[in-house]
C-alpha cells in the first residue's frame, strides 16, 4: 500500500505512457487486443473464451495466445481455435524449454501483452468466468476511464489486495489482477519498461529484479507486482466495477471438467450474492444429493477417526 496520505480516489498523479487515445465508442472492441496466456487449458478453452467474447460485446480487434510449453492435447486445441480464426496470433513453446517452468510463467504473460498490436490490451485467464446482463456501454465507458487522471487501469475485484475506496461504481484498488485486466498498451510497454527493463532485455536470464520484494511462492506473479510497483511509484490507482446479479468476473481457480461444470451454475446465477466483490473463489450452491453424499462421507471419517482413537488407547 502506498504511504501517500492523499485518497486514491483523488489523486492526479501522471500515467507514465498515459495518452487520450481514440477508439469509436460504438464499436470500442475494435481498439482491444485480447491477450491471455496459459498452460495446459482443457475443455473450457473455447467456451470460456466464447463467454469473453459475449461479455465484450464482439469479437474484440485481436486474440492472442501464448502458451507455455503445454502438452499434445492442448497444443491440437489451440491450433483448432487458430485455424478456425477464434484466435488471431499463437505463441507456442517446445515442453522442454526454459520458460516452461511453474515460477517463470510471468515470462508468457509479458509475452501476451508484448504480441498485442492494437491501442488497449485485456488480460484474462481462462479459469476466470465473467456474465453480463445489460450494461451495453461498460467498455466504451471503462476505456474512458483510463484517460482520467491517476488512472493506471481497470481490473476486477479481487482477493490479492483490499480495496482502498469507492468512486461511483468503481472499487479503488492499487493492485491489478491478470485474471482480468484493461489498459493502455502504451501504459503497459513503459511499466514493463520501468520496473524489469533490464531482465527483459537479458532475455528473463538475470536476477529477479530486486525491488520487487515478496514470498518466494508468489515470485511467479511478477507482472502483477510490477504493475503493483509502478503504480505506487506514481501514486497511481486501479478501478474495478462494483459486482452484482448483472455483472460479475469471478476467478474459480478450477480448470476441464470441473470448470465447465461450475460454469454452468454461474451463468444460471446460482447462489452468487456472498460472492460479490468478496475474495473466494466461486463455488455453486451444493445440491441435495451432494449433501447426502458429503454427510456420509463425515460420518464415516468421524467413526473411523473414533475407532483409530480407541485402538491406540488400548495399545497404552
Known amino acids: 500500500m502506498s504511504n501517500d496520505s492523499t485518497p486514491a480516489h483523488t489523486r492526479t498523479g501522471h500515467v507514465p505512457g498515459h495518452a487520450p487515445t481514440a477508439f469509436d465508442p460504438a464499436r470500442p472492441w475494435d481498439a482491444v487486443s485480447l491477450a491471455i496466456s496459459g498452460y495446459r487449458d482443457g475443455a473450457e478453452l473455447r467456451p470460456v473464451l466464447k463467454d469473453w467474447i459475449e461479455f465484450i460485446g464482439a469479437r474484440p480487434g485481436e486474440i492472442v495466445y501464448v502458451d507455455g510449453g503445454s502438452p499434445p492435447s492442448t497444443v491440437r486445441r489451440l491450433t483448432r481455435m487458430l485455424d478456425e480464426g477464434l484466435l488471431d496470433r499463437l505463441e507456442l513453446l517446445t515442453p522442454g524449454h526454459f520458460e516452461n517452468h511453474r515460477d517463470r510463467c510471468y515470462i508468457q504473460e ?22 453480463r446482463r445489460g450494461h451495453h456501454d461498460w467498455l466504451a465507458t471503462d476505456l474512458q476511464a483510463l484517460d482520467r487522471p491517476g488512472v493506471f487501469s481497470v481490473t476486477h475485484s479481487h482477493q490479492d489486495n483490499p480495496p482502498i475506496t469507492r468512486d461511483g461504481p468503481y472499487i479503488v484498488y492499487d493492485f491489478t489482477s491478470l485474471n482480468f485486466a ?135
Open 182 to 316: 484493461l489498459m493502455k498498451r502504451s501504459v503497459f510497454d513503459r511499466a514493463i519498461e520501468d520496473q524489469i527493463g533490464d531482465l527483459v532485455r537479458s532475455n528473463f536470464r538475470a536476477e529477479y529484479p530486486p525491488k520487487i520484494r515478496t514470498e518466494e511462492r508468489f515470485k511467479r506473479m511478477l507482472v502483477e507486482w510490477l504493475w503493483h510497483h509502478q503504480v505506487l511509484d506514481h501514486n497511481l490507482h486501479t478501478l474495478a466495477r462494483a459486482e452484482s446479479a448483472d455483472y460479475t468476473i469471478n476467478h474459480v481457480n478450477k480448470r476441464g471438467r470441473e470448470l465447465l461444470a461450475i460454469r454452468r451454475a454461474f451463468r444460471a446465477r446460482k447462489g452468487l450474492d456472498r460472492f460479490y466483490d468478496a475474495p473466494l473463489y466461486y463455488r455453486p450452491p451444493r445440491g441435495p444429493l451432494k449433501r447426502l453424499g458429503q454427510g456420509i462421507e463425515g460420518r464415516v471419517r468421524a467413526l473411523r477417526d473414533a475407532i483409530l482413537k480407541r485402538a491406540g488407547a488400548n495399545r497404552t
Open 110 to 131: 509479458y509475452r501476451a501483452g508484448r504480441l498485442a498490436t492494437l491501442p488497449y490490451v485485456m488480460f484474462i485467464k481462462m479459469d476466470t468466468l465473467p456474465f
